[in-house]
DNA sequence: ACTTAACTTGATAAACTCTATCGAGTTTTG
DNA sequence: CAAAACTCGATAGAGTTTATCAAGTTAAGT
């Protein structure tokens, strides 16, 4: 699994959006500026996310973009299988995505069976966190670093 | 991390070469053969895991190649970071081949922290396995299919 | 109604990577 | 000295990634 730009812009996208979930909806200016992310490629980003159904967004003068569903709901694993497809190394072992390899005997095969163990390991973290749980990340470690700001000052 | 053809080639050639440890050299067309490789696109592997110390070449008429190091000195994850580059999913994460990120404070950055586990879940498995256990693997994996066909029949 | 900020859609292009293939040369064995 | 095999460097075609652009649609606020 190799999260590209895309990916990782995503994700970012949607920790800010997990931050304002519950408030109003989010203009992509706003999010592009909090991430560094290319406004043109964002757009097309978080309508991928729409049509993934994370995402909703609203028109108008004082539209923009939030989450259509619970943070604590929005696994890393499916936004990313949305995204950037199979999280598995190799094609032979993904469940989502399975795609056979060229070996003379997949079942025979030492390295799959390696591939496999690695893909089981990605996908038990990545299933289990959401987003909410990105967005505590963020917080405690924005609340741990201020207060070492606290403190050298 | 993400395994591609050349990643693949190149362990299923080490399983056939550790198979075949102790041995005479193996020539390329064998190799090629047993494991249904283009034989250019190996000898340029086969290349590679030798500029890496890996591998060793025998030239002239009946030449090829053998492991230069005992099977359980070698293993994945210094094959795949040498032919791949990083195990990491994203550069900001990576301990061998770091590279920056866009995101506004990687030390607060959420997605940074979680794909630091990912990372270090593939590592764990990959450092610690060798070419001596995948054709353990694969031997294990010989021997049953082999029972299995001997009870059917 | 009309202006304006913002989203929508689809096209496209530059850069890069991946997968392989080729050719000309060198080495070694028998 | 001929044959088999490795060596080295170039390169080409396909596909992917990362954007950027233009033209159109929507909806809020006045």
Redesign the interface.
Known sequence: ???SLRG?YA??AL?VLGLNYGEEVLPIQVISE????PKRFLEQILNDLKTLGIVESKRGVSGGYRLRLPPEEVT?AAVIRHLEGPLA??GCVSEKFYTP????DE?????R???K??RE??V???EQ?TVAQ?????KH??GT?QAVSDYII
């Open positions: 699994m190799k999260l990782e994700l970012r920790v909090r991430q560094n992310i890393l190394p190799v390899c060229t070996c003379p079942s025979k095969c030492g390295i069976s390696i591939m163990e690695v390991a990605i038990k973290i990545l966190v990105l967005c505590d990340r963020v470690l924005q670093n």
